[in-house]
């Protein structure tokens, strides 16, 4: 009887929870209808030739994981969150990618990276370079380096940009200027002899060789351009953030003294810094907040640590100076770290950071000459369920007890990770911890020191000019082949060499384009 009173109870409470104009079916009608309009409207494709190009890229943003950042986002602007909208849902195009590695089924970022920047399938832990290259077989490299779209737009004169929350030279930002036969060479000293002695070269060193002229790169890592032991300008005599190079080259340094003198070249390693710069008289922007990975923005400081969004109003407003216009890669790179430390909280709260973002560079840019793309490079065994009632807190119980141990359990759970916890011979009672603290380990099936990636096709979502070309499931490589031939960059531009195609409007078939064009052509002399 009890139980049938509480479930009663439960109905009545999830009965006041629907919205009253969701109870009226023609609510549903009218906004399935604005949506069909809405959908006609967009079978006027935008075949403009695409100035600018910005790729965001949420490491470890599975599906799951975008729903769940819905549900917080809505929860944060004081809504039930199921019905919310990311600014990513707004993209009109939306497609799937197939994530596995050429030797993985489930993937790593960095032979991800590669593929979505390189255009080119790779083996896991390698970076720009084919899957010729075997993982920290260094004389594997030479000969099979491929480059990527922030090489092609750069060739092209555009100006480019990485932006990220990890270090600059992690798998993601790393695959779009070095070839690395392992995504850990951060600097020589994580380097194998054999490999300095093969020539080989690590990545923060590639990140200031490589392409010498990328305009603006932000994010963590600044212990790597650093000699060893050299005391970090923030954290003093904390041994873990002392440089840790061997050749003795101060990279910052060396990244100043490439830039022509006639340009205004700035590094920061703090956000008041960043922030106090006339960007007008900006060329150039290094900006080095971390000597790691930066922290989680739930913890981030204020005064030295710039969010994500910050840095991408920077990276736009020094980028978009360029009449050629640009390619930036921006990566929410902490929320696969999130996840694979168990903690969904700060895993979310990271990908609604990253939707902020977006919707700043949205509002910053033109969707007539801006492609924007918005993935992820691979999922994680991450998920929530448990038949919670509408408006549940994304970090809350299920409404339910476990069949065996009649214990309660978060609806956000982990298929494997550190949050597997046993105690005394049995499952934790999650009512006895505070399950919603930033850093709470959710539960986890199969317990794991470090939770792993999924291998499931995670979601592109695109606007702007050719955005219809991502529109199904593709392999993730195709992904830079798409961006180069919006923007007109790469090595596929035939479609480019006529005159209205570089007009911004659409290529027609031969015979008409020829026809239009000898019109225009007697136009102008009569």
């Not at 006339?278 to 922007?285: G, I, K, N, P």
């Not at 109003?313 to 890669?329: D, H, Q, S, T, Y």
């Amino acid at each position: 009887m009890l139980l049938l009173l509480l479930g009663l109870m439960a109905g009545a409470c999830l009965s006041s929870l629907v919205p009253e104009q969701e109870k009226d079916p023609q609510y549903w009608r009218d906004q399935a209808q604005r949506t069909l309009q809405h959908a006609l409207k967009l079978q006027e494709l935008n075949t403009h030739v695409a100035k600018n190009v910005i790729l965001f890229l949420g490491d470890g943003m599975g599906v799951s994981t975008v729903t769940a950042t819905r549900i917080l986002k809505g929860q944060m602007h004081h809504k039930l969150g199921e019905d919310y909208q990311l600014e990513m849902d707004k993209f009109p195009h939306v497609a799937l990618a197939k994530t596995y590695n050429t030797n993985a089924q489930v993937p790593d970022s960095a032979g991800t990276a590669t593929a979505y920047l390189c255009g080119v399938k790779s083996n896991e832990g390698t970076l720009g370079v084919s899957a010729a290259v075997t993982r920290s077989q260094c004389n594997t490299t030479k000969g099979n380096e491929v480059t990527s779209i922030l090489r092609w737009a750069k060739d092209a004169g555009k100006s480019v940009g990485i932006v990220t929350t990890t270090r600059v030279n992690h798998a993601t930002p790393s695959a779009a200027y070095a070839h690395s036969a392992d995504r850990d060479w951060y600097s020589d000293n994580e380097m194998p002899p054999e490999a300095l002695a093969q020539g080989c070269k690590d990545i923060a060193y590639q990140l200031i060789h490589n392409i010498p002229d990328i305009e603006v790169i932000m994010g963590g890592g600044r212990k790597y351009m650093f000699p060893k032991n050299t005391t970090d300008v923030e954290y003093g005599d904390d041994e873990k953030a002392r440089g840790t190079r061997l050749d003795g080259q101060f990279l910052t340094s060396v990244w100043k003294d490439k830039k022509p003198r006639n340009k205004n070249a700035h590094y920061v390693w703090n956000r008041m810094q960043l922030l106090e710069l006339d960007l007008d008289r900006v060329d150039y922007l290094l900006g080095l907040f971390e000597p790691w990975d930066m922290t989680y923005e739930l913890n981030r400081n204020n005064q030295t640590d710039p969010s994500l969004t910050e840095m991408v109003e920077v990276a736009i407003k020094i980028l978009k100076k360029n009449p050629k216009g640009f390619f930036l890669l921006v990566e929410g790179g902490r929320i696969d770290h999130g996840h694979h430390e168990g903690k969904a909280k700060q895993a979310l709260h990271e990908a609604v950071e990253m939707d902020r973002a977006i919707g700043l560079a949205d509002s910053m840019t033109s969707q007539k000459d801006t492609l924007t793309v918005v993935t992820a490079d691979h999922s994680h065994v991450f998920t929530f369920g448990g038949y919670t009632h509408r408006g549940n807190n994304i970090f809350g119980l299920a409404p339910m007890l476990s069949d065996t141990d009649k214990k309660p359990f978060t609806s956000i759970l982990y298929g494997n990770g550190p949050g597997y916890k046993v105690m005394a011979g049995e499952r934790e009672n999650v009512s006895t911890v505070d399950y919603t603290h930033e850093n709470y380990r959710a539960q986890s099936a199969v317990p794991l020191s470090y939770e792993t990636h999924g291998g499931e096709d995670v979601a592109i979502f695109a606007k702007g000019p050719m955005a219809h070309l991502l529109h199904g499931v593709h392999e993730q490589n195709y992904i830079p082949h798409v961006m180069a031939y919006a923007s007109c960059i790469g090595a596929n531009k035939d479609h480019c060499k006529s005159t209205l195609s570089s007009a911004g409007l659409a290529p027609l078939p031969s015979v008409f384009s020829g026809l239009l064009t000898i019109f225009l052509l007697l136009s102008l002399l009569f």
